[in-house]
């Protein structure tokens, strides 16, 4: 009996531990794809023409490159890496079953390349016996440069040069180079000056520029000022810049613009310094102005034929300069017009009859703030020319020109000239 009982249990274990079996293999469970998938690249900045390899992996960092579908902008590619042709930024992602990957973007830049080789003088012009040192520059196409004077060779009229030094003997001009690399420099020139061309100095003028008006009661303060300023010296010259009355015009309001005039009487001396109040008190501010020599002077000439005048302005350099600028003003002397009066001059009345106004601005051949003029060593001419009557010029036979060589602001005079019209002023 007991061993008919152990028998019956141990079939029944056998049969449920089989039934159990069977139920479990009739549900198996479905298979899953990855959450998500990463794609990188080893570059994301690159010159055309070099290749990118791109990666792929899935959640549990398993790679999985070989199997996924690589798109740029949009477009299958075969493979995992990519050159491209053109500059330019592309998108670029991955899938994988139906996983789409993060998008990652690569820059492509054009090759950077030497574009040219700068020569660099220390100075643009000398005297004989003088010397000038050379240096060069490489220019890449990303607009960067670098020293490549050690690694240059040096040719003056096609001659090679030892080292980057050269006396220069001979009056004229010399022709400079520089080879890199095989890669040749455009010729730069440098001027050899005769230096009795020039003389051994210019002496130094003053300019008073004068905000006025006829209306303007307290103005004739200013014009009795210069008056006595002339009488001491040939060297200042005075500009009457009219507002609000006859003589009036847009070249003044365009300097009153430039010096933010904001009250009448204003004078300027030299263009940096406002004249100090009370002008006729003050008058060795402009005298002072007019003293001692400086290295650059002018030079005019000019003719008058009709109201059509001609003018060539001579600008002489004792040394090399830059950012200098050339203002060309005509002037109109003896225009008479009554003139308000506030002030004790002139006899004290409140209208002075007939009043000369002298030097006043009527046009400016230049830009108002000065056309940019060769300033290295040497004489260098500009020229211009004007229809007088286009200008509201009264006489063209009380003309004058004063020419001015001022700073790149157009505020500070380095020095200046005057001549009337249809007479030359040399240098002195």
Request: glycine share 6%; proline share 4%; with cysteine.
């Amino acid at each position: 009996m007991k061993l008919i009982k152990f028998y019956l249990l141990f079939t029944l274990a056998i049969l449920l531990g089989c039934s159990t079996s069977s139920d479990n293999s009739t549900n198996p469970q479905p298979p899953f794809g990855p959450d998500y998938i990463l794609l990188s690249s080893d570059q994301t900045i690159v010159e055309v023409g070099e290749t990118v390899t791109m990666n792929v992996v899935d959640d549990e960092d398993f790679d999985i490159t070989s199997q996924s579908t690589i798109m740029i902008e949009g477009s299958a590619i075969a493979g995992s890496t990519f050159t491209p042709t053109n500059s330019g930024s592309y998108e670029i992602k991955a899938t994988y079953q139906s996983v789409t990957s993060n998008k990652i973007y690569i820059t492509a830049n054009l090759p950077v390349v030497l574009s040219r080789i700068d020569v660099n003088l220390s100075e643009p012009a000398i005297f004989p016996g003088g010397v000038v040192t050379f240096s060069a520059s490489a220019i890449y196409s990303n607009n960067t440069s670098e020293d490549i004077t050690s690694e240059s060779e040096f040719y003056v009229d096609d001659v090679l040069i030892s080292g980057t030094e050269y006396t220069g003997n001979e009056v004229g001009t010399i022709e400079v180079k520089a080879v890199y690399q095989t890669i040749s420099s455009d010729s730069f020139q440098v001027q050899i000056v005769d230096p009795s061309t020039l003389p051994s100095n210019f002496s130094k003028k003053a300019v008073i520029e004068d905000f006025t008006g006829t209306w303007c009661g307290y103005c004739p303060r200013v014009s009795y000022a210069a008056s006595l300023v002339e009488e001491q010296s040939d060297k200042v010259f005075t500009v009457g810049v009219h507002n609000g009355d006859v003589m009036a015009n847009s070249f003044g309001s365009a300097l009153e613009d430039m010096y933010n005039i904001t009250g009448f009487p204003t004078a300027y001396v030299d263009r940096a310094y406002q004249w100090d109040y009370p002008e006729p008190n003050n008058i060795n501010q402009a005298l002072e102005a007019a003293e001692g020599t400086v290295n650059v002077g002018l030079a005019i000439e000019s003719s008058l034929s009709g109201s059509n005048l001609d003018i060539t302005i001579k600008q002489g350099f004792l040394e090399n300069m830059s950012n200098v600028k050339l203002l060309v003003f005509v002037l109109e002397d003896g225009i008479i017009t009554d003139q308000s009066n506030y002030t004790s001059y002139y006899g004290g009345s409140s209208t002075i009859t007939d009043f000369e106004h002298n030097g006043v601005l009527r046009y400016v051949a230049t830009n108002i703030m000065g056309d940019a003029t060769p300033s290295i060593l040497g004489i260098h001419e500009q020229s211009f020319s004007v229809n007088l009557s286009s200008y509201g010029v009264l006489n063209p036979s009380n003309t004058g020109i004063l020419a001015m060589l001022v700073n790149d602001t157009a505020r500070v005079l380095y020095n200046a000239q005057y001549a009337p019209s249809n007479e030359t002023q040399d240098f002195d």
